[in-house]
């Protein structure tokens, strides 16, 4: 998995990741449209998305969406439920036995608070989700969170710092930190 990373927009590496972009973008579009009973067809644009065959055992209810695919670590039996979002540009990994529900949407990457380097910068960092967890629906997960084993985020929760193990996560309201 990645660490922590700052990519400037206007580079041979940001291009790359557009154009990995572009690629499964239309990959997922397929996918989505496949009838739900094609597990063959499932399967290999499955493969084609991440860049290997699917673990054992691992259930993924389409609609699926990511923005990159070859960052996202999935384990055994791992279940992800219709219309979940995963922006893995700096790596995802779901251990063993993690459950997500609905609309989950996991975000590795961003851009600086700063309004003058907003538009320069992708800024990204890993999320690690550890084994057994459970994650309800319209959840959101955030850069650089750690999720520990046996922990279960609520549905509709925003999740932006690191969670412990067995461990009840619940909240979505916004504050306001700081202006500028």
Known sequence: ?????????????FQAMADRVLRVTELTSRLNVLPFEDEA??????????GKPLP?????YPPFYTDHGLNLDLAER?????????LDYAGIRLGERVMIGPKVTFITSGHPVDPEERRLYLTGAPIDVAENVWIGAGATILPGV?????????AGAVVADDVP??????????????TW
Request: aromatic share 4%; net charge positive.
């Open 1 to 13: 998995m990645s660490s922590d990373r700052l990519m400037r927009i206007r580079s041979a590496e």
């Open 41 to 50: 067809g499932k399967a290999e644009l499955f493969e084609q998305i991440l």
């Open 56 to 60: 054992p055992r691992v259930t993924i």
């Open 78 to 86: 791992v279940f992800i439920n219709q219309n979940c979002t995963f």
């Open 146 to 154: 750690s999720i520990g084993r046996d922990a279960v985020i609520a």
């Open 165 to 178: 193990p067995a461990s009840l996560v619940t909240g979505s309201k916004a504050t306001v930190h700081r």
